[in-house]
């Protein structure tokens, strides 16, 4: 791959990882988000190659088959993954890109890139997190209990990244994305103390659906 700088930001649904990216990258001129394959429904509003490549089943399997993903992983159902060939046409063109993906994919990721910084998105609590899923109105009471179980697992994987962001403010949390990518030795993380409280009150036990 080529030297330009690549950064993974993941997180559970709800974190707020989508809309910290799409305000960071309007921030920073030649930061770009690469845009995952899925074989997910796609949402209204939703365009196909802005926000995802939509594709089917058969035909992902396929790109897995001949290698082209430089990661891939299966979330709620879906398929999920990043082409090779796209991610290097970006990086070629000496853009900063980011891949926002799930904790599997950044695993991955990793592993076969050199220079990666690795971002994760924490909410400031479980009331927090649930309300941010209902508040988006796109998902039935049992899918959203079903997010917040996977969140607990997720969340046990922060300790797997360069950098912690919390989410507990908006603002506050894009500032410390930006000096990650525009100046890391700037950024302050959570004290260890706050980091073990925090993640152990969000995976205190699983929601009961439907509240």
């Known amino acids: 791959m080529s030297k330009s700088t ?21 921030k920073i001129q030649d930061l770009v988000v690469s845009v995952s394959h899925t074989t997910r429904p796609r949402r209204p509003g939703e365009v196909s190659g802005k926000h995802y ?5 058969e035909e992902f ?9 430089l990661e891939h992983a299966e979330v709620f159902g ?6 090779r060939v796209s991610l290097q046409q970006q ?9 926002e993906i799930d904790w599997q994919g950044a695993r991955q990721a990793r592993q076969q890139m050199g220079d990666v910084s690795s971002i994760f998105i ?31 697992s997720e969340i046990s994987h922060y300790v797997e990244f360069d950098y912690v962001v919390l989410n507990d403010e908006f603002d506050r949390a894009l500032a410390e994305l930006e000096c990650i ?5 700037g950024y302050r993380p959570p004290g260890e103390d706050t980091l073990r409280s925090l993640t ?12």
Do not use: W
Request: proline share 5%.
């Open 6 to 26: 690549l950064f993974i930001v993941s997180g559970p649904s709800g974190s707020g990882k989508t809309s910290l990216v799409k305000a960071l990258t309007e």
């Open 53 to 57: 490549h939509f594709t089917s089943l």
């Open 61 to 69: 399997g396929e790109m897995v088959k001949n290698g082209e993903f």
């Open 78 to 83: 879906s398929f999920y993954g990043t082409s």
């Open 91 to 99: 990086l070629d063109q000496g853009l900063r890109v980011i891949l």
């Open 122 to 152: 924490l909410p400031p609590s479980r009331p927090e997190l649930e309300k941010r899923l209902r508040l988006r109105g796109q998902d039935s009471d049992d899918t959203i209990s079903g997010r917040m179980r996977k969140a607990e």
């Open 181 to 185: 990518v525009s100046d890391p030795d």
């Open 200 to 211: 152990e009150g969000l995976q205190g036990g699983v929601l009961e659906a439907g509240r």
